[in-house]
């Protein structure tokens, strides 16, 4: 198998399919329906996920499907596709940037192939196993910075889970007054992507998806950084927690996380 070029051609169809979503919004008639609490669709997300599905279904043989758009998964036992139509469904009603087409193959659960496409900018960001990141053509690495005092740190802010709503905005108190500063942009995929490229040198959130994180963390890791879930494990990519930072700061950024939402959620 060829990662390489099939991620290239991933690349491709992340682009064609962002030149549709973005014509098709300057059209108007986005047909917005509610899911749940803050949480939307609209019918351009569902045309961008059709269009995707059909253009990689048969870029490998018998791969399955973790889709953001579709109740019922298509999940087969080694290869999977997970794919996130448009991330930043709320920006995109409001026509405020970033959001983003996010496309992974993962194999036994970890990403191997990873492209994020940020429609605005017309960035594609984009990383096979093996083969490092990179944007627009060009190789990115996440950033040197060597402590969480010194960083630009990035999160998401809860839209429909407020379970731990206490500890998170703890983080945020923690951040605000430890670090160069917090953003927080509408789109974990632009996060993760902008991480990988040293833009910030850290991000994390709870409440996510697979769609949300997986291509983000293949373009992470082959730029040098690391990502883990609040605990420090494995159990990102379906677990809804997730920390990632450059190489240097990652082991403290975690313990913090780690230390003020843990405490919090056990409080």
């Known amino acids: 198998m060829n990662l390489e070029n099939i991620c290239n051609r991933v690349v491709e169809i992340a682009k064609e399919t962002g030149r549709f979503v973005k014509e098709t919004r300057d059209q108007g008639g986005l047909s917005v329906e509610v899911k ?20 990689i279904e048969n870029l490998v043989p018998g791969a399955g499907f973790i889709l953001e ?29 970033p959001y983003a087409i996010s496309i992974a193959l993962v194999r036994n659960d970890e990403p191997i192939v990873g492209v994020v496409y940020e429609i605005v900018m017309d960035e594609v960001f984009y990383a096979w ?24 740190i990035a999160t998401g802010f809860p839209y429909s889970d407020f379970s731990y709503i206490d500890p998170f905005m ?17 789109s974990a995929a ?5 991480v990988s490229c040293g833009r910030y040198d850290a991000f994390y959130e709870y409440g996510l998806h697979p769609w949300d994180v997986a291509a983000g963390v293949i373009l992470i890791r082959e730029a040098g950084g690391k990502v883990s879930d609040f605990k420090g494990g494995d ?32 409080n």
């Open 36 to 55: 749940g609490l803050n949480d939307f669709v609209t019918r351009v997300d569902k045309l961008s996920q059709d269009r995707i599905v059909s253009a």
């Open 69 to 97: 758009e579709d109740s019922i998964e298509e999940r087969a036992k080694k290869y999977n596709w997970i794919v996130d139509p448009i991330d930043g469904t709320t920006n995109f009603i409001h026509g405020a940037p």
């Open 129 to 152: 196993k093996g083969g490092g990141t990179w944007l627009n053509g060009k190789k990115v690495t996440v950033s040197g910075k060597e402590k969480v005092a010194d960083s630009l």
């Open 170 to 186: 703890d983080t945020m108190d923690f951040f605000m007054k430890h670090s160069h500063g917090v953003r927080r942009l509408g």
């Open 190 to 194: 632009t996060d993760l992507a902008y």
């Open 235 to 266: 159990d990102f990519l379906f677990g809804g927690k997730i920390v990632a930072a450059n190489g240097n700061i990652f082991d403290e950024m975690q313990k913090i996380i780690y230390g003020i939402m843990e405490k919090g959620i056990n």
